[in-house]
């Protein structure tokens, strides 16, 4: 790994002195330790039921203890949206347990109180052969190191109008990556988050979870996740994660929730405080969720996305598209069971200057169906959940017509199907078994065998990055298929040891390419407050 060995060495030992911080606080304070799925750190995904329930997701009460010993209070976990958190229970000094509880509720004047909150994480990875070793890389491996910090300011009275400002600040930094480094890996410092909410009623017991009403206009800077974060979602492996720029209605009423937003990416720069808006991307949409049967934690999501992009690339070639996304999905949880099941049909135009389709405009017509459903064995050993995801996305059948059915995921997590980061979801279909299970309380297990084909031999196969095999390299379906093992470790609610790995066994499509087998591990702490 080439690098340079002062500022690495300087990054690790800041890191391990916060760490050692975050985690002596832990200790003093006998913290008891999250439910399953909700660990201090997020793991290898940030899919939503890993993460933040987002505006309509019908959160389920952790499974009983056999036995539980009595315990100290239940604290909130730590969101992967920080935004999300609320500490306004500690106005009662009484629940001030934990040494970090000074700064979590800072009362700075009548109806005025601040937050604050942060993260460090070191990251290492290593690679063999990316992207399938095509391009012509070898192995890769490198340290990541980030480091968040926020403040969330709230004015007024939480159960009528007032106001609230949230600014978090990041700072990304890479070593050792033989790839041109990419911004939202090596952004110096800039400002992650930073915007203004006006709340009419009380933000405090959103209707999707408690009932009750609230209005919430944000202006600014934000990160976002939609439903089952399959379309929209905050890419957590990297760095600096996916934000965006502009504006955001959320209405809850009586369990109903929709979201109404106009927005641009945050286009990343390397340096500090340099980040701008992505002017040759809008994205603007309406999400509504609705409480089906909210006994039996059923809930129906509608929603229309719009996306406008200039120089997107697909195998019919470079140009602008205008999609527009019209999706159902239907999730819930009953004895044991849980499913989500999500349908999106895309219509639009695409405008290539270049490739099969230059100086045509085709007309879109591409859709996607998903699924994801498990059985967890509560009084089991171990409590495992066994699920199976079966997904599929359409691709284009010839390059050169008027039409253009190439399914786009719009903004995906990067490893969407494992950390290696080798596939995005465009044009493929896969067949996923998977489990997760509880060795020990702190240590939560996970591992899968997901096969991949392309849904149209004459289409591309696509990473994160775009393009990785043109249509032409294969005449086959197969690509191939990846093992994926990861292992979080919660030392406490504030830190958080994670190893994942990952082995892709290459298929036909990847062979006919020239590519190999990959291997993949990362190793990463967090420690967060």
């Given at each position: 790994?080439?690098?340079?060995?002062?500022?690495?060495?300087?990054?690790?030992?800041?890191?391990?002195?916060?760490?050692?911080?975050?985690?002596?606080?832990?200790?003093?304070?006998?913290?008891?330790?999250?439910?399953?799925?909700?660990?201090?750190?997020?793991?290898?995904?940030?899919?939503?039921?890993?993460?933040?329930?987002?505006?309509?997701?019908?959160?389920?009460?952790?499974?009983?203890?056999?036995?539980?010993?009595?315990?100290?209070?239940?604290?909130?976990?730590?969101?992967?949206?920080?935004?999300?958190?609320?500490?306004?229970?500690?106005?009662?000094?009484?629940?001030?347990?934990?040494?970090?509880?000074?700064?979590?509720?800072?009362?700075?004047?009548?109806?005025?109180t601040?937050?604050?909150?942060?993260?460090?994480?070191?990251?290492?990875?290593?690679?063999t052969?990316?992207?399938?070793?095509?391009?012509?890389?070898?192995?890769?491996?490198?340290?990541?190191?980030?480091?968040?910090?926020?403040?969330?300011?709230?004015?007024?009275?939480?159960?009528?109008?007032?106001?609230?400002?949230?600014?978090?600040?990041?700072?990304?930094?890479?070593?050792?990556?033989?790839?041109?480094?990419?911004?939202n890996?090596?952004?110096?410092?800039?400002?992650?988050?930073?915007?203004?909410?006006?709340?009419?009623?009380?933000?405090?017991?959103?209707?999707?979870?408690?009932?009750?009403s609230?209005?919430?206009?944000?202006?600014?800077?934000?990160?976002?996740?939609?439903?089952?974060?399959?379309?929209?979602?905050?890419?957590?492996?990297?760095?600096?994660?996916?934000?965006?720029?502009?504006?955001?209605?959320?209405?809850?009423?009586?369990?109903?929730?929709?979201?109404?937003?106009?927005?641009?990416?945050?286009?990343?720069?390397?340096?500090?405080?340099?980040?701008?808006?992505d002017?040759?991307?809008?994205?603007?949409?309406?999400?509504?969720?609705?409480?089906?049967?909210?006994?039996?934690?059923?809930?129906?999501?509608?929603?229309?996305?719009?996306?406008?992009?200039?120089?997107?690339?697909?195998?019919?070639?470079?140009?602008?598209?205008?999609?527009?996304?019209?999706?159902?999905?239907?999730?819930?949880?009953?004895?044991?069971?849980?499913?989500?099941?999500?349908?999106?049909?895309q219509?639009?135009?695409?405008?290539?200057?270049?490739?099969?389709?230059?100086?045509?405009?085709?007309?879109?017509?591409?859709?996607?169906?998903?699924?994801n459903?498990?059985?967890?064995?509560?009084?089991?050993?171990?409590?495992p959940?066994?699920?199976?995801?079966?997904?599929?996305?359409?691709?284009?059948?010839?390059?050169?017509?008027?039409r253009?059915?190439?399914?786009?995921?719009?903004?995906?997590?990067?490893?969407?199907?494992?950390?290696?980061?080798?596939?995005?979801?465009?044009?493929?279909?896969?067949?996923?078994?998977?489990?997760?299970?509880?060795?020990?309380?702190?240590?939560?297990?996970?591992?899968?065998?997901?096969a991949?084909?392309?849904?149209n031999?004459?289409?591309?196969?696509?990473?994160?990055?775009?393009?990785?095999?043109?249509?032409?390299?294969?005449?086959?379906?197969?690509?191939?298929?990846?093992?994926?093992?990861?292992?979080?470790?919660?030392?406490?609610?504030?830190?958080?040891?994670t190893?994942?790995?990952?082995?892709?066994?290459?298929?036909?499509?990847?062979?006919?390419?020239g590519?190999?087998?990959?291997?993949?591990?990362?190793?990463?702490?967090?420690?967060?407050?």
């Open positions: 790994m080439n690098q340079n060995p002062t500022q690495p060495t300087c990054a690790a030992a800041i890191t391990m002195a916060l760490t050692l911080a975050v985690v002596s606080a832990s200790h003093a304070a006998d913290a008891p330790l999250p439910s399953a799925g909700t660990s201090a750190a997020s793991s290898s995904s940030d899919a939503a039921p890993a993460g933040t329930p987002a505006p309509g997701t019908l959160v389920s009460p952790p499974v009983e203890a056999k036995a539980a010993a009595p315990a100290a209070p239940a604290r909130p976990a730590f969101r992967l949206f920080r935004y999300e958190e609320d500490y306004s229970f500690l106005a009662d000094p009484a629940k001030r347990t934990e040494p970090l509880d000074e700064l979590k509720y800072i009362k700075l004047g009548e109806s005025v601040l937050s604050l909150g942060g993260e460090t994480r070191t990251r290492y990875e290593y690679s052969r990316p992207a399938f070793g095509v391009r012509g890389l070898g192995h890769d491996d490198y340290l990541l190191q980030r480091f968040v910090l926020h403040g969330d300011l709230h004015v007024g009275d939480r159960e009528s109008l007032h106001a609230r400002a949230f600014v978090q600040l990041v700072s990304g930094l890479v070593w050792g990556e033989e790839r041109p480094k990419a911004a890996q090596d952004n110096a410092l800039d400002v992650q988050q930073g915007f203004i909410d006006l709340v009419w009623g009380d933000s405090r017991a959103p209707a999707v979870n408690k009932g009750g609230a209005v919430t206009v944000r202006t600014g800077r934000q990160e976002m996740g939609l439903g089952s974060f399959r379309l929209v979602t905050s890419r957590e492996p990297t760095n600096s994660r996916l934000n965006f720029d502009g504006v955001r209605t959320t209405i809850n009423v009586d369990r109903i929730a929709i979201d109404a937003f106009l927005l641009r990416p945050v286009e990343l720069k390397d340096g500090v405080f340099n980040d701008g808006q002017d040759a991307t809008t994205f603007w949409g309406l999400y509504a969720a609705f409480p089906l049967l909210p006994e039996k934690r059923l809930g129906l999501d509608a929603y229309y996305l719009g996306l406008d992009r200039e120089r997107t690339r697909f195998q019919t070639g470079i140009g602008d598209e205008e999609r527009h996304s019209l999706g159902l999905r239907l999730h819930g949880r009953s004895d044991g069971w849980d499913h989500d099941t999500e349908g999106v049909l219509l639009g135009s695409f405008d290539a200057t270049t490739g099969p389709a230059a100086g045509r405009e085709q007309d879109i017509l591409a859709w996607t169906i998903a699924s459903t498990g059985y967890t064995f509560a009084n089991a050993a171990w409590t959940r066994l699920g199976l995801k079966l997904n599929y996305a359409s691709g284009d059948d010839d390059p050169g017509d008027d253009l059915a190439t399914f786009n995921p719009l903004f995906p997590r990067n490893n969407y199907f494992s950390d290696a980061n080798l596939l995005a979801p465009y044009n493929f279909f896969d067949i996923h078994p998977h489990a997760t299970f509880k060795p020990v309380e702190q240590l939560t297990m996970a591992v899968g065998l997901d991949f084909f392309r849904a031999t004459n289409d591309a196969v696509f990473s994160p990055a775009g393009i990785t095999i043109p249509a032409q390299a294969s005449d086959e379906s197969y690509v191939g298929s990846t093992l994926n093992v990861t292992g979080d470790y919660a030392f406490s609610r504030f830190v958080t040891l190893v994942s790995y990952a082995h892709f066994f290459r298929g036909d499509v990847v062979r006919d390419a590519g190999k087998d990959v291997d993949f591990l990362g190793v990463w702490l967090t420690a967060k407050f």
